[in-house]
């Protein structure tokens, strides 16, 4: 109601509101559970931070936030540090269970603890990394597209016409772009929802 300024009918804007946090809310119960519902403010504000970030990026002369490095390794390293203090807090010592699976072997266990210590510690480059590489991907593609098209469109009348079949594709291009941003920022958001089971139940 807050967005629909009390009107009985909501707003297309409000509709779009209701739906993200649906989303979002959803992904919460599916991945961590009904029971830790307290992280549901975290998460959705972590995907419109990505979203609106990504959405930047297709305005002209705007600037795209997890095109930098910098920001999406520490973003992800931001996570990974709060997800791993939050194990800790939750099961103390009992924490380092998770790396050694259920079920393993004694003998085995030299070999796989370092393994599994790899792979977690990976998780801290891998988020940020998956988030910077497919928004740099994207947008590096239109840059150079619209680096040819602009002197075509130029170029003379009969060019121009014809440029006009790359240009559709081009503006299709953008559309991908943009529903990309919303997939990065959903997967984002599972992953670190992933990642929060993982250190509340120890999976």
């Known amino acids: 109601m807050a967005s629909n300024k009390k009107q009985l009918i909501p ?20 991945q961590i559970g009904a029971a830790n519902e307290m992280y549901l403010p975290f998460l959705y ?9 990504n959405l930047s990026g297709n305005v002209p002369y705007g600037f795209t936030v997890a095109t930098s490095i910098m920001v999406s390794l520490g973003l992800s390293m931001t996570i990974f540090i709060g997800v791993t203090i939050l194990g800790l807090r939750l099961h103390k010592v009992h924490f380092f269970s998770f ?13 796989l603890v370092p393994i599994e210590l790899i792979s977690y510690l990976a998780r801290a480059f891998s988020l940020g990394v998956r ?16 680096g040819f098209l602009a002197p075509m469109f130029t170029s003379g009348a009969i060019t121009a016409i014809i440029t006009l079949i790359p240009f559709s ?4 291009l953008i559309g991908l772009e943009i529903a990309v941003s919303f997939i990065q920022a959903y997967v984002f958001c599972i992953l670190t929802a992933s990642y929060l089971k993982d250190a509340i139940d120890l999976h």
């Open 11 to 30: 707003s297309r804007w409000s509709i779009s509101l209701e739906s993200s946090f649906a989303s979002v809310h959803g992904l919460v119960q599916s």
């Open 45 to 53: 504000s972590l995907f419109f931070f990505i979203l609106i970030a």
């Open 99 to 111: 790396f050694v699976p259920s079920g393993t072997p004694l003998g085995l266990v030299p070999l």
């Open 131 to 146: 988030l910077f590489a497919n928004t740099v991907a994207g947008h590096k593609l239109l840059k150079i597209l619209s």
């Open 169 to 172: 594709i081009f503006i299709a």
